[in-house]
């Protein structure tokens, strides 16, 4: 299954939602499917990190 999650917080945030939607993500990768993060964009970020 695709799956998108949107969110206003994530990485390089840090904060319980940020670790939250990774461990989710994580989790979910773990059983076969493909997740997208969409998020408001952070002029500070490294774009070529994920975490």
Do not use: C, N, W
Not at 12 to 36: M, N, R, W, Y
Not at 40 to 46: E, F, I, L, N, V
């Amino acid at each position: 299954m695709r799956i998108g999650i949107f969110t206003d917080s994530y990485f390089p945030q840090i904060s319980g939602v940020a670790t939250s939607i990774q461990s989710l993500t994580i989790e979910l990768e773990k059983l076969g499917h493909q997740v997208f993060i969409f998020t408001t964009t952070d002029p500070h970020a490294d774009v070529d990190h994920e975490p």
